[in-house]
């Protein structure tokens, strides 16, 4: 009964590949956290979780198991308990800590089917981009998800062809400097809007901007939405 009605659209054939489809997902803040939890509502049933960030206030507004009682607990074990109570049959791994250059290899992204990438670091983002296009899975990507506000602006496109977004910018001259390109095509999530912080928040790091949890979960549920619909073509 938990998946009639994913069952009902995409039929028991394409429930049963999802189930057993591998995803490997970075970052589960406000863009990963609301992206695991509609790939595990929908029936994705082996999830790995990576994030080494705790729970703190300033998540509330935007992330999904953000809560007053969560703050100060690894955003990945209170997303994973989350998670579970969904479907309890799901393979929910964990893992906190931190994808980069030095940690990437612990990873295997080639056991996957799937990588999503909702992690904020450039320099770490590159990476990652460049190590799931070279492996076997397919790679979705979350561009800039700050100083957004207008949902309807919110699009996808492949990486070399996403327009007005000044993270995309910067990872691509990032590549061209180094000469080191991505492997192969992969689709982004993001938007062309550009706003600018209205007030400084003093508690905040400076390179902190504001964002808003419509903005950040539609690019999450977007980034489900990509894999789901590559997925049901298998």
């Known amino acids: 009964m938990q998946f009639s009605r994913t069952r009902m659209l995409l039929g028991t054939e394409n429930l049963e590949h999802l189930f057993n489809t591998r995803v490997i997902l970075f970052g589960v ?61 799901a393979d929910i791994r964990a893992i906190y800590g931190l994808y980069n250059e030095q940690t990437a290899e612990s990873f295997r992204l080639s056991d996957y089917d799937y990588v999503i990438d909702a992690i904020d670091s450039v320099k770490d983002k590159a990476h990652l981009i460049l190590t799931a296009t070279a492996s076997s899975a397919t790679l979705f990507s979350a561009m800039g998800a700050a100083l957004k506000l207008d949902s309807t602006r919110i699009s996808v496109s492949e990486f070399w062809k996403v327009k007005g977004c000044p993270l995309a910018a910067t990872l691509r001259r990032r590549f061209r400097t180094a000469k080191t390109f991505p492997a192969k095509k992969f689709q982004c999530v993001y938007s062309e809007e550009l706003l600018r912080n209205r007030e400084d928040n003093p508690s905040e790091p400076t ?28």
């Open 29 to 89: 803040g406000g863009v990963g956290s609301w992206c695991a939890e509609a790939l595990v509502r929908t029936g994705v049933g082996h999830l790995t979780i990576v994030d080494g960030d705790t729970v703190c206030a300033s998540n509330i507004n935007r992330q999904l198991m953000a809560t007053n009682s969560t703050i100060g607990r690894p955003k990945v074990e209170v997303l994973r308990e989350r998670l579970l109570d969904i479907n309890p049959s």
């Open 207 to 234: 390179r902190a901007n504001g964002s808003l949890v419509h903005i950040t979960g539609i690019y999450g549920f977007t980034l489900a939405g990509l894999l789901i619909q590559d997925a049901a073509k298998q």
